[in-house]
């Protein structure tokens, strides 16, 4: 449970820290692929980013924790960062 807060709450900085801030299409992929993605798929995905290989890394490490949880919880995940993203117009 504590994954999903930390991933709503920097999905929130991310989208909502002014009044007028816009949804990148690309981070809503990328949240998409986090929750929904399976590893290899996701790894492709965030290639495009360029990260460092150690960050990336640890992002597959902590999806592996995300993968374990019930399609239900990540349905109520992907809901909440749908509420944020009608309160930050794309």
């Not at 290899?40 to 592996?64: G, Y």
């Amino acid at each position: 449970m504590r994954l999903s807060v930390s991933l709503l709450m920097v999905t929130l900085a991310l989208c909502c820290y002014e009044g007028n801030a816009l949804v990148c299409p690309a981070l809503l992929a990328e949240n998409f692929g986090y929750l929904y993605f399976n590893k290899d798929l996701f790894r492709l995905q965030l290639a495009k980013f360029m990260p460092p290989r150690e960050a990336a890394e640890a992002l597959l490490t902590v999806k592996k924790c995300t993968d374990g949880m019930p399609e239900f919880k990540r349905n109520l995940i992907a809901g909440a960062l749908g509420e944020v993203v009608l309160q930050c117009p794309v």
